[in-house]
Structure formats: structure tokens, C-alpha cells
């Protein structure tokens, strides 16, 4: 997922994928029906954003294989600095994902049922239920067991080993390396 999705269209790129003519595209633009900008050399590019809502707001329906649905990450931390870290971290890769966050393990169950996320990334240690207790109910449904979840402990070695007999697919030590941690949530999104 690198900056090549990020580059806008050409009029023929958009031609093409709503199967019109470079000069119906050039219409609606004149018409303001989709907004566009002009390269230094006078050609028209239309950015990601701007096409899809493009798309949405005339319900063309080719949206759906070109913008597959974001991947959606839940953060479960008790310490907000943790999960504004991990958001953080995440968002500067660039990787196209919905995030939301919950502070303990019972609030984290209910925004899973909600939420639906693909990836949790799980703390360990927290009030009310914690992330082993967690990580087994998630596990253990049938319609919630291919989550992936990715646990972090600011404890040892014993935390890491019962998480993964838990169900998780992987486990990170705090403090969070940065570089290893934004290569295990690529890994798990893919």
C-alpha cells in the first residue's frame, strides 16, 4: 500500500473505470460535478478523495471493487499515552485502516462486537477483564476467532508465552519499538 494508490487520476483513468469518454469526464468537470485540479503543463488530475466522493454522491456502484473496505484496527490500552502512541504509529504509516479505542477488557469486548475490527492490538495488564481473558473469548467464538490480535506487555517472558497459548497471533514488549511494531501490524493486516 505505498503512495501509488495515493496518485491522482488522469481523465483517462477515470474515463476508463466509469467506462465514459475523456470527454464526458472533462463535462463533468466543467460542471463541477467532480472536482479536479490542473497540472502545470494544463491536464487534469482528480484525486482518490475527490473521485470517491464522486462516486458516492452519484452512486455509481464501481466504488466497491476500487475502494475495498478500510481494514479496521481496535487499540486496547489503560494508559491513553500507549494508545495514542500506537495510533499514532500506525496512522504514519500511511496503511488506509479505521481506528477506534477502548481503555479496558470489558469495554474492548463490546466495541469488538460493534466495531468488527481485523486487527486488535491488545494490552495484557488491564482493569476489569484483562488481555488473556480477552484474547480467549475473542478466540473461542466462532464468529470473532479470525481476529487477529497482536498483545503487548510491559512484563516477561511468561506474559508473552501464556498470550500466545491464549490465541495471539503475535506479541510485542513494551516499550514498543517502533520499527518492529509498524512491521507486525503490516504482517498481521496482509
Not at 2 to 27: F, Q, R, W
Not at 124 to 138: A, H, L, Q, T, Y
Request: hydrophobic share 40%; charged share 30%; aromatic share 8%.
Amino acid at each position: 500500500m505505498g503512495d501509488i494508490n495515493k496518485k491522482p487520476y488522469t481523465t483517462g483513468e477515470v474515463a476508463s473505470l466509469c467506462n465514459v469518454t475523456i470527454n464526458a469526464v472533462k463535462k463533468w468537470i466543467a460542471a463541477k460535478k467532480i472536482k479536479a485540479f490542473r497540472t502545470p503543463g494544463g491536464h487534469y488530475r482528480i484525486n482518490r478523495e475527490d473521485f470517491l466522493d464522486f462516486l458516492t454522491r452519484y452512486k455509481l456502484d464501481i466504488k466497491d471493487a476500487l475502494f475495498p473496505d478500510k481494514k479496521r484496527v481496535l487499540i486496547v490500552d489503560d494508559e491513553q499515552e500507549i494508545v495514542d502512541y500506537i495510533k499514532g504509529a500506525i496512522e504514519s504509516m500511511g496503511v488506509d485502516c479505521e481506528i477506534e479505542t477502548a481503555c479496558d477488557g470489558y469495554e474492548a469486548l463490546i466495541r469488538v462486537g460493534q466495531f468488527r475490527p481485523f486487527l486488535l492490538i491488545l494490552d495484557i495488564r488491564m482493569p476489569k477483564i484483562d488481555g488473556f481473558e480477552v484474547c480467549s473469548r475473542i478466540k473461542g467464538d466462532a464468529s470473532t476467532s479470525g481476529i487477529r490480535i497482536l498483545a503487548v506487555t510491559a512484563y516477561g517472558r511468561e506474559d508473552k508465552e501464556k498470550m500466545l497459548s491464549c490465541g495471539a497471533d503475535e506479541c510485542l514488549f513494551k516499550p514498543l519499538k517502533l520499527k518492529e511494531f509498524q512491521t507486525q501490524v503490516l504482517r498481521l493486516l496482509h
